[in-house]
């Protein structure tokens, strides 16, 4: 067992530890939910899709040499449900289950000369995976929280890679925090998380901080990955100004054979490792509308601008890097460059109010 399955495993079983524990009698007397008054609808299933719009790229490697493209588009479809699974007064869990699909287009396609485009040109990229989140009450208005995910990422479906382990194509992230409410419109909390947000695997030390500090304004952070200023000028609109981290990492086979001849001292070609590491990071600074149609269904309209980190590939599938280290891998087989641009979202979503709730016999 690897440093990163040891980590996860402790840290799951710290939040075993800490949900079980014994309360004290008193602690249904105190406001300890992390959630504040203002903080926008809750989203109980969505479907999305993201387009960023063309940018350039550039590798460089010591065994296929150097290349420069154009992509044309990138694309995401994403869907995702979120569901219940047990609600008390001083412990709540919950569930979701995704899925979603990215794909590269690469422009002038037919004359891309650069192994490491031609074999990403029109690749679907697939992940599928949920996540468990718990959060419990521990001593008065100090709550615990725990999300942990799990989802297979890359080209796990395809025929050709039915020899590989499907554990090479598991990503696995966990952000335990402890944190305090101060009251129903303010909470904060520290944790540490591991996780693919800087696109390689990495540990660092979060901080979590909700306040909603007049009427209409507040403010949601979860740093150093995302921090948003949200207003809401009516009861069924929320605007809001987010800078936040995304990232992740594919387990991918590039398979196509032409073009290897591309390799410098006789290395090995692509397409002779049964998979690889694509891993790739962004900053995206955006506005996001959000409005309802009724006050279950909503719509929400995201654009802005995405200045990229990593876009990389490697052939370590899992190198744990600590909070401080490079953020970029030594063992790159190609490091690449991706210019910053322009992007979109566009994402339907239900949100699990009380109406609804009614209409299907909830009460």
């Not at 296929?64 to 493209?69: E, L, P, Q, R, S």
Request: hydrophobic share 35%.
């Amino acid at each position: 067992m690897d440093i990163r399955n040891l980590l996860i495993l402790f840290l799951f079983l710290v939040s075993c530890h800490l949900a079980v524990a014994q309360f004290s009698s008193d602690t249904t007397k105190y406001d300890w939910n992390p959630s504040v008054v203002g903080s926008g609808p809750v989203r109980g299933y969505e479907a999305s899709y993201t387009g960023i719009t063309g940018f350039g790229v550039g590798s460089k490697s010591e065994i296929y040499g150097d290349g420069k493209g154009k992509i044309d588009y990138n694309r995401i479809f994403k869907t995702k449900l979120r569901f219940p699974i047990s609600i008390k007064k001083n412990l709540k869990i919950a569930g979701s289950i995704e899925y979603s699909d990215e794909e590269i287009h690469f422009q002038d396609s037919k004359n891309i000369s650069y192994p490491f485009y031609r074999q990403l040109h029109d690749k679907n990229m697939k992940s599928l995976g949920g996540s468990f989140y718990l959060m419990t009450q521990w001593k008065r208005n100090r709550y615990f929280m725990l999300r942990f995910n799990a989802k297979l990422k890359g080209d796990y479906w395809k025929d050709h890679i039915r020899d590989v382990s499907k554990y090479t194509f598991l990503k696995m992230e966990i952000s335990p925090v402890i944190g305090w409410k101060i009251n129903k419109y303010k909470s904060w909390g520290l944790g540490v998380a591991f996780s693919y947000t800087f696109g390689d695997p990495l540990v660092f030390p979060t901080f979590v901080y909700k306040h909603t500090f007049a009427d209409k304004w507040g403010v949601d952070a979860f740093l150093p990955a995302k921090v948003k200023l949200r207003y809401q000028p009516s009861e069924l609109c929320f605007i809001s100004a987010k800078a936040y981290l995304k990232g992740g990492s594919y387990s991918i086979h590039f398979d196509e054979q032409l073009g290897d001849d591309n390799t410098k001292s006789n290395g090995p070609a692509l397409s002779d490792f049964k998979t690889l590491e694509f891993r790739r990071s962004d900053v995206n600074f955006s506005l996001e509308i959000e409005k309802g149609i009724t006050d279950w269904l909503w719509l929400s309209l995201e654009s802005g601008y995405r200045s990229n980190i990593n876009f990389d590939v490697t052939n370590k599938k899992h190198v744990l890097s600590l909070s401080g280290s490079k953020l970029t891998s030594e063992n790159n087989i190609i490091d690449s460059y991706a210019k910053g641009g322009m992007f979109y979202n566009l994402t339907l979503f239900v949100v699990p109010s009380k109406s609804l709730l009614r209409k299907v016999g909830i009460k």
